[in-house]
């Protein structure tokens, strides 16, 4: 057997391995009996339609979906300037201001959500919606920032420059027609990252919810603690269909 299928079937297996735990709550979450069972002692969506009418569960996922939303796009219009800027000019400091910027990437997401609650507490933030929007826009900003953007932005900015001198084009035009197109693919993939980073966030969220504002990850922390039922793996099953609709939705729009 050449190296080459040794190395593809050594990277189904790997797949196959990842995607096993997901498979298992997907056909927990269909179960007809009352308790966590895989294979699944027959098949119903009696688990789903308890969960869509669970009010809790409506306002934790709606309070997931806005939250990430909004973060990944207040990420991109913060992220954006600066990886662009970093990206193109050199500079005293660069590399301790790219290091900072990545840092939310390896800090522990725990300790942030502590620090975030007692620094709020100066300013009235504590266990708020902003409180929480403010600390998932800094772990997601370099998902698209430091990573995706800067890795694909043209580090040859003077010949882009001279084609804009020559053309009369401003600022403007050249990131539209020259700059944009180059950088898409990591905004796209970026804002993946990002909005799934914050949709599945529960070290940082936990610090700052209550049981009126609570995500979806947070509120299956706090009931799997007290019960284990198959109500669980219908909601896990429902934000892996999200996580799914977004990606799905994303490359169709990539590939318009």
């Not at 498979?23 to 269909?30: E, K």
């Not at 990944?72 to 990886?83: E, H, N, Y």
């Not at 600390?135 to 698209?144: A, L």
């Not at 990131?175 to 944009?180: E, T």
Request: proline fraction near 5%; aromatic fraction near 12%; glycine fraction near 6%.
């Amino acid at each position: 057997m050449s190296t080459r299928w040794l190395v593809t079937l050594a990277s189904w297996a790997i797949l196959g391995y990842l995607l096993l735990p997901i498979l298992v709550i997907m056909g927990t979450s269909f179960t007809s009996s009352s308790f966590l069972a895989f294979p699944p002692q027959g098949w119903s969506l009696d688990w789903y339609r308890q969960v869509l009418n669970d009010p809790s569960y409506m306002a934790a996922f709606t309070t997931s979906s806005l939250l990430a939303l909004t973060a990944t796009v207040i990420a991109l219009l913060l992220s954006i300037p600066a990886a662009l800027a970093l990206a193109r000019y050199e500079f005293f400091g660069k590399g301790a201001l790219l290091a900072a910027l990545s840092s939310p990437l390896v800090f522990p997401h725990i300790v942030l959500g502590a620090a975030l609650l007692q620094f709020g507490g100066y300013f009235g933030l504590t266990r708020s919606f902003l409180a929480l929007l403010i600390g998932h826009t800094i772990i997601i900003s370099p998902f698209i920032s430091t990573i995706s953007i800067t890795d694909v932005h043209p580090q040859n900015n003077g010949r882009l420059k001279t084609l804009q001198m020559i053309l009369g084009a401003h600022h403007g035009s050249l990131f539209s027609w020259l700059v944009l197109p180059r950088i898409r693919a990591g905004i796209i993939s970026g804002s993946i990252f990002a909005f799934i980073a914050s949709w599945i966030n529960v070290e940082l969220s936990i610090f700052n919810t209550t049981p009126a504002l609570n995500t979806i990850p947070v509120k299956l922390f706090n009931y799997v603690q007290y019960s284990v039922d198959p109500t669980i793996a219908a909601a896990c099953g429902a934000t892996i269909g999200v996580v799914v609709i977004v990606i799905v939705f994303t490359r169709s729009f990539y590939r318009s």
